[in-house]
C-alpha cells in the first residue's frame, strides 16, 4: 500500500524534522532512528553520533532527536489510524488450505502449534453442498458483541474498525469469548514459553500475551502503521485475502489492487453469518469458478487433516 | 408478659444446641474443614499452573464453576423468596422453618460469587470491575445486582435475628462464655420488646420482605441475561429470566426441605417442624416443578420444532450424548415432585425429602446441560483433534471445588446453627400466642389480629403519652 505515509501523517512530520537536521534523504531513513536505543545516561546537550543510510556518520544533538514512535502504548492503542475504515476481502474461489496465512501469523504473534488467530475451516452448509476452504481472522465487527459485554473496557473497537484486546486491563473471566459467534478469541490457558517474548507489550501486536487473559487476530495495526500489510495477506501464496481501506474503497493482496465495492459487487461478496447482525468488516467472495479443487487443501499433514474429518465430504472420501 | 415467659421458655428448649458441643459436631465440622482446605489446594494450583488444568478450554470457556454459580446463588434466590413471601403473606406455619430459608439465603449467597471467581483469568485484577466498571456488560450489572442483594438479604436476616437475640441476652439460664453473651448484647442493639419497637420491627420486616422479593427476581434474572444477551443458539432465550426464576425457587424450596429434615433429625424438633411443613414446603415445590416442567418444555419445543440449524445441532446432542442428563433432569426431576406430591398417600416426610434431593440434583444436571452443550455447539464449528478441545468433562480440580463449596455451605449453616437458634424463638412463641387468643376467645384470626392491632396502637399512644 503506497498510502503508508500519508497514514502516519504525525510520524513523517517528526521525521522530517528530524531529516531536516541531519540532511539526510527522506524515504530510506525511515526507520533508522526508530532502532536506536535510548541511551539514559546521555547528558542534555550531548551530542550522538548516528549512521546515516549512505554509510556516513553524523553527529546530532540528542535532545533534537525526535524518536519515531513506534511503540503504541496500550493506553494509545485506543485512537484508531485516522480517516480509515480497514477491511479485508477473502476470495474463497482461490484457497487451497496452504496454511501459509495460520502459520506467518502464528510466528508474528509468538503463538504456540495449536494456537491460531487465522483458522482455515473446511466448510460444507449441508452434505449436498459444495464443500470450501474458509480462512477466518477476528471479524472485526462494527457492531462487536465481545465489546458490549466486556466488563471493564479491556477489548474496544477503534475509529478505524480494529477491535483491539488490551490484555493488561483484561481480567479473563471469557465473556467475551461466549459472546463472540465466531470463535475469534483465545484463551491464554497456561504459562509458556510463548508469552515471554523481550519486547513492549502493544495491543496492537498483541506480543507478548499474557497467561489468564484473552487473545485474538489483531489486524495488525503495527504492520499498517508500517505501511505494510497484515502477515496473513502477504504470507498467501494465491493471493486469497485482500486488505485495504473501505474509505478510500481499495483493497489489494499485494499483487492486484481492486476498487472495494466493485470487488464485492462483481464477485457478489457476502459477510459470514450476516443475520446475526454483528456487521463484521471481514467480506467473503464466493466460491465459485475455483483455481483449485477441495482436494488440494488435503496436501497437509496428517494432524490437520485429522480436523475435518466430520465434515460430510470427507467421510465420503474415506468411504470411497 | 404471658409471651415473654412463653419466649424464654422455647429458648431454654433450644439452648442445649448453642451450649453444648458434642464430639459428632466436632467430626463432622472436622470433616467439612478438610474438603474445605481440600479445595483450597485444588484452587491454589489451579492459580499456580492456570486455568489449563481444569476441563475448560476455548470452545467450552466455562464449566462446572459457572454452573455451580448459578445453582448457589439460585438457592440462595429462593431462599430469599420463600422466606420474603411466607412473611408477606403471613402464612400461618412459617415460624419454624422461617429460620432455615433465611440462613439459606444467606448462606448460599456468600458461596455462589466465590464460583464466578473461580471463572476468572486474573485474579490480581479484580478490583478492575470497581475501578473501570462498563455499565453496557452484564457482569457489571451483576456485580451491581449482587452486591444490592447481599446487602438487602443481610439487612433481612438480621432484623429477623434482633428479637432472638434480645431474648438470649435477657435469659438467665444461659450457660455461655461471658464474650458470646457480650456478642449478644451488643447485636440486640437495645431492643427491648417494647410495643413501639416491635411494631418498628414488624414494619420494617414487613418492607424488607416485600423488596427482597422484588431484589431477588431482578437479580435472578440478571444472572439469566448474562447468558441469553449472547447470541449462543442455547442461551439466546426471551425465556430465560422467568425461567431461571422459577428454576432457582424450584432447587431453592428443594435445599429448604433437605435442611428442614437434617435439623428436624439431629435436633429433635419433631414437635416443631412437622409433617404439615413438609407438606407445606413441599407443595411450593410441587407447583414450581410444573412450572419449570412447563418453562423448560416451551423452550425445548421451538427449538426442536423450527429447526434452525444451529438449535438442531444442539438438540442432536442433547438427545443423544447428554441422553441420559437430560431425561434425569428434565423428566425425573420435574415428574417426581409432581407424583410424591400429587398422591396423598406418597406423601410422606422421608418421600418428600427424596423428592426434594432429586428435584436438587436435576436442577444441578439442568444448569450443566444450559451451559455445557451449547458451549460445545457453536456457530463455526469446532474443527480441532485435541479431545479435550472438542468436548468438555471437568477435572478433579473442579470437582474438589464443587464439593468444597458444597461443605463451606454445610459448614456456614453449622456454624449458624451454633449461633442462633434454628427456629425463631420470637416468632414461634408469638404465633403460639396468637393462636391461643383466637381458640380461646372463638374469634376468627383475622378478627384476633384486628383485636390486637387495636391494643397494640392504643399501648403505643399510651406509651407515647407516658414520655
Redesign the interface.
Known sequence: MDDSLQNNKNNRRKFLRISLLTGLSAVAAKTVFADIPVDPENEPGEMVTLLSPDGQLVKVPKEKINYMEKYISPEASHQGIPHRKFVMVIDLAKCKNARKCVEHCQKAHHLPP?QEFM?V???QESEEAAPYWMP?PCFHCDKP?CV???????TYKRSDGIVLIDNE???????C???C???A???????SPYLHVDQPYSPETSVPG?????SKCDFCPDMIRDGKMPHCVTACPMGVIYFGDQLEDIVTNGDETIRFSELITSRSGYRH?ED?G?KPSVYYLPPVNRQFPVERGFDQPD?IN???K??PFVKKMHKN | MESNKRKQELLKEFLPQLEKTSFAWFAWVAFLLIAIFFAIYALILQILRGHIITGMRDNVVWGVYIVNFIFFMGISYAGALVSGSMHLFKTSWRGPILRIAELTTIVALFIGPLYILLCIGRLDRLPFLFMYPRIQSPITWDVIAITTDLFGCLIYLYLSFIRDFALMRDSKDIKLPKWRMNIYKALALGYQDTPTQRNRIKKVTDIMSAMIIAIAIIVYSVLAWIFSVTLQPGWHSTIFGPYFVIAAIFSGAGVILILMRVFRSIYHLEKYITKKHFVGVGMILMILSMFFAYFTFSEYLTKWYGSKKLDDNLIQILFTRYFWHFVFSNYVGTLLPIIIMGIPRFRTINSITFAAVVAVVALWVNRYLIVVPTLETPYMPIQDIRPDWILYSATWIEWSLTFGGIAMFCFLFTLAAKIVPIIPVSEVADAELEMSEVLAHGQDSHEATRTKSIIKHAAIKKEDHDQ
Open positions: 495449536q483458522k475451516y473446511l466448510m477466518k458483541l458490549s459485554v466486556c466488563p471493564v473496557g479491556a486491563r483484561c481480567i479473563g473471566c471469557k465473556f469469548m461466549t459472546g459467534p465466531y470463535s478469541r483465545q484463551f491464554n490457558w497456561a504459562d499474557k497467561e489468564g487473559t484473552v453469518l446475526l454483528t494432524e485429522q480436523r475435518y466430520d465434515v
